[in-house]
């Protein structure tokens, strides 16, 4: 047999997961399967998508020493979307979408994709037409008319993305034999030595509240180099409380299941005014720097997402958010960020106007030789994590962060600034038109999914 396992990448989960990474223990288990029953031609794909590479280092870790030192690069590396002779056009939907997909994965006899599912949004039929497809494949799906007409993207029932990753799945159904293994965990975002963070601050002990208000006041002091480092070094306390394994369809609703076992919040009601910090880390920022770009993915995409049904807040109704919202871009992983932000959104707000000039980034032959190359996201990738915001920013009347330090930064992307909460709140309410709007704080991590009835 031919056979390949692909594996999500280090964006999921964040912070990153405890060694061994989970995703090791089950590719040491089917490597040692595999070899059992003398199949020899096996290849590991991490399945990148339009993200970046990931690199040597991240390999290791993520699955150890035996499986890179062995595997590495001849039969495990990234996916390259780019590459003209490693991708297959599949056919096409019933509705006329394009799949095209690794070609080293639809020409085995078997292909394993191995995953974590971080949230309700991630895994089924998703994980392989947006993590193993071209960006031909992924115009389909990530557009403006797919996330306008979602509901909530966590809710794939209600979510237009999701109906196309369903039809584009029965298409690679017919013509490739695929096996998921998808993993599920707890909400341990924070290690135990940094437990004091998982607790709702009035259940905390007088050690915990201690240790809090020092962890805020370092924060405060140290230098942003300083910070940057500590993020991107924290290790979570995740681990994992289900796996499943079979067909997407048979696996992915045991698996949704399980994610909403551990991760759904009963509220009553949506609220006026949705106060949230956003943290210095996305899924994209792994081992990076958080840019404007990525607040906004963070905050109108993925916080105002976290839903089942009804989103949070109500129609209309404001988001506060705490972020400096400096201009930081990381030029090796993300220049194409910083000339989106820099001339498109100068120019244009308007989702379908910003849509655009999508093409031009895409085939930017810069922008696609730092992404095969380098270690830079693919030149479309600003405007993928724009789109995922704009269902938020249509929905919602004002975005006001407190704590910006760049005005011209908030403004470029269409935000006020407030100088405190007080101030943010006050500019809430006079759009609002009530003197006593109801407020609800939003306190994450750990991510979690609300149910509003």
Not at 251 to 269: A, E, F, I, W, Y
Not at 326 to 345: A, I, K, M, Q, Y
Request: hydrophobic share 40%; aromatic share 8%; proline share 5%.
């Amino acid at each position: 047999m031919k056979v390949t396992i692909a594996f999500d990448d280090l964006s999921v989960p964040i912070p990153s997961i405890p060694e061994p990474d989970p995703r090791q223990i089950v590719i040491e288990l089917l490597l040692e399967k595999l070899a059992k029953h003398g199949v020899s031609d096996v290849h590991l794909i991490a399945a990148t998508g339009l993200h970046r590479r990931m690199t040597p280092q991240e390999l290791r870790r993520m699955l150890g020493d035996r499986i890179f030192d062995s595997c590495y690069p001849e039969t495990l590396y990234c996916h390259d979307a780019e590459d003209s002779d490693g991708n297959q056009h599949l056919g096409k939907t019933d509705c006329d979408e394009v799949v095209e997909l690794n070609r080293r994965a639809v020409t085995s006899d078997l292909l394993i994709y191995v995953s974590i599912i971080f949230s309700s949004m991630e895994g089924g039929h998703k994980s392989i037409h947006t993590r193993l497809a071209t960006y031909r494949c992924a115009r389909y799906h990530h557009n403006v008319d797919c996330m306008l007409g979602s509901g909530s993207y966590m809710d794939p029932g209600r979510s237009k993305i999701h109906a196309v990753f369903k039809r584009m799945g029965e298409v690679t159904s017919r013509n490739l034999n695929v096996f998921h293994i998808e993993m599920t965990l707890n909400t341990a975002a924070f290690p135990s030595a940094l437990s004091f963070l998982r607790t709702r601050e009035s259940r905390q002990s007088m050690r915990d509240s201690v240790k809090f208000h020092a962890a805020r006041t370092l924060l405060d002091v140290l230098p942003r180099r300083a910070l940057r480092g500590l993020t991107n070094r924290l290790c979570s306390g995740y681990g994992v409380t289900s796996v499943q394994a079979g067909s997407a369809d048979a696996v992915h609703p045991v698996t949704l299941k399980n994610v909403h076992r551990q991760q759904m919040v009963s509220v009553k009601g949506q609220t006026d005014i949705l106060v949230a910090g956003i943290p210095d880390l996305s899924p994209y920022s792994v081992n990076s720097t958080m840019n404007p770009v990525l607040v906004v993915n963070l905050a109108a995409g993925y916080l105002f997402n976290l839903s089942l049904g009804k989103p949070l807040v109500r129609r209309g109704g404001v988001l506060i958010i705490m972020h400096p919202m400096d201009r930081r871009f990381d030029e090796e992983t993300h220049p194409s960020h910083l000339e989106f932000f820099d001339r498109v959104l100068a120019d244009v707000r308007d989702p379908y106007l910003i849509q655009d000039h999508e093409e031009e980034f895409a085939s930017n032959e810069q922008y696609i030789d730092r992404y095969r190359n380098g270690y830079a996201f693919h030149g479309v990738h600003p405007f993928h994590a724009w789109y995922w915001a704009i269902q938020g920013l249509q929905f919602l009347s004002r975005v006001i962060v407190v704590g910006g330090r760049d005005a011209g930064v908030i403004e470029r992307v269409g935000w006020e600034k407030a100088s405190d909460l007080k101030e943010a709140v006050d500019m809430a309410k006079t759009s609002l038109n009530k003197s006593a709007p109801t407020l609800s704080i939003f306190h994450w991590p750990p991510l979690f999914l609300t149910k509003v009835t």
